[in-house]
């Protein structure tokens, strides 16, 4: 069986959880205790030099790091990943879009907001992503106005990488009703069958 | 023919063209003036609403962003990327490694020191990307410690990305001497047939 080393808070935690739960893959869960320095300890970064979470145990002793590339891995050969070239091409420009251009930014600023709560100690450094966030939404904005989902013309593992932090955005400050777009692709996210709530 | 557009000196940029030259596949290049606004102009975004290059016209007004992405494109069905699914996803895993835990650390300070050339401006921000750098080139040690290439036994696009901005680190103010498996393999990756220097 699968097992996933993860927080529950953590919406890159979240991604492959979601995934395995639409496609009905059993797996073990691990909660680990980031601030308390559970992914720094010798045993841990044996396991993921990066030492970070999410890491997936994919066959015994075998682990594989990075959210987005759990989301490759879980999505092959299933409709969550298109079979055309081209539309594959473009599932995978928005994962680097969203590891790049978003996640630093909303992301970020919602774990000094929200979780580790200390909104007067990063006041700067919160006004600093402001704009790389705004910027991240407004390019998904346009995005959505043209077309329900990402990439392939269905849900893909495309949306549910960016589904992960822009559905908990406001808990990074962040106010999404200039994004109709957006809050109505959230909504068809939310009510596809099988799907699971972060917390 | 596939239009690339492009800066010389961006490493982003040099991924997918270094590929296109590996594989033999003619293409148009484009060069654009980043500091100029080049990237800005609403005929640019109309191509690429993230207002980013390296931006990769793959069929006629059907454009692909994250330079990324390209080489995921670009490798499909080539020994650049593995047959195997597992080996697949750890070249996805150091692709992910690569634009969250390297590129924002030693790219940003080259972009700062050898592209701007601000040193002082950039100081304290240079000093603050320090030990994520490092972070990233240890880790890439620890593995090249054990394997000559990052994923499926063979130069992958993995090594592609990793390498683009690893060899010009130096140009961002990072001292390799203490990574003596990174210099090998950066060796390695020179070494092999077809390839082109960055400039």
Not at 27 to 53: C, D, I, Q, S
Not at 129 to 140: N, Q, T
Not at 145 to 152: I, P, T, V, Y
Request: one cysteine or more; glycine letters at 8%; hydrophobic letters at 40%.
């Amino acid at each position: 069986m699968l097992t996933l080393y993860g927080d529950r808070q953590s919406g890159n935690c979240y991604k492959p959880r979601l995934l395995m739960e639409l496609r009905g893959i059993p797996y073990r869960w691990v909660e680990m205790n980031v601030p308390g320095g559970e992914t720094r300890t010798p045993a841990f970064l044996a396991k993921n030099p990066n030492g970070r979470v999410p890491l997936l145990e994919v066959e015994p002793g075998v682990h594989l790091a990075e959210s987005n590339a759990m989301l490759c891995w879980l999505a092959e050969g299933t409709p969550w990943m298109p079979e055309d070239r081209l539309q594959r091409a473009f599932v995978m420009q928005w994962l680097f879009f969203e590891q790049y251009s978003h996640e630093p930014y909303i992301a970020t600023s919602r774990y000094w907001l929200h979780y580790l709560k200390q909104p007067e100690e990063y006041r700067a450094r919160l006004d600093e992503k402001r704009p790389g966030g705004y910027a991240a939404l407004g390019v998904m904005e346009g995005e959505l106005s043209k077309r329900d989902w990402f990439a392939g013309g269905r849900y893909t593992i495309a949306d549910i990488a960016l589904y992960a932090y822009t559905h908990v955005a406001h808990e990074g400050g962040f106010d999404l009703s200039a994004y109709p777009a957006v809050r109505a692709w959230l909504d068809r996210v939310a009510a596809q069958p099988g799907h699971v709530p972060m917390v």
